[in-house]
């Protein structure tokens, strides 16, 4: 069972910057892809940003320019930072990995990051 665990949501002004990360541990096959997905009440998750194995990445278009996702392979963790922070960028933030040949999905816990003055 894989476990992920996130770290480095709050509470930031617009125009912030703020840097999530999330360690993977527990798993016993290769994780092929890491990434962020976010969530308001009332709305579909959506799909922040991705990194596969080999550094080859994607962003939602909202955040193309602002955040950048990386992943330190030997630990198993990827990291978002996020800068220009806007009030619409408030939302849980959830860390998704695919594991495996059967590329299996797993979830964090999800943590808030809110975009306020």
């Known amino acids: 069972q894989v476990q992920l665990v996130e770290s480095g949501g709050g509470l930031v002004q617009p125009g912030g910057s703020l840097r999530l990360s999330c360690a993977a541990s527990?798993?016993?096959?290769?994780?092929?892809?890491m990434g962020w997905y976010r969530q308001v009440p009332g709305k579909q998750r959506e799909m922040v940003a991705n990194?596969?194995?080999?550094?080859?990445?994607n962003y939602g278009d909202s955040v193309k320019g602002r955040f950048t996702i990386s992943m330190d392979n030997a630990k198993n963790t990827v990291y978002l930072q996020m800068t220009s922070l806007k009030p619409e960028d408030t939302a849980v933030y959830y860390c998704?990995?695919?594991?495996?040949?059967?590329?299996?999905?797993?979830w964090g816990q999800g943590t808030q990051v809110t975009v306020s003055s």
């Open positions: 527990g798993s016993r096959y290769l994780i092929f892809v």
């Open positions: 998704n990995a695919i594991v495996g040949g059967q590329q299996t999905n797993y």
């Open positions: 990194i596969a194995r080999g550094d080859r990445t």
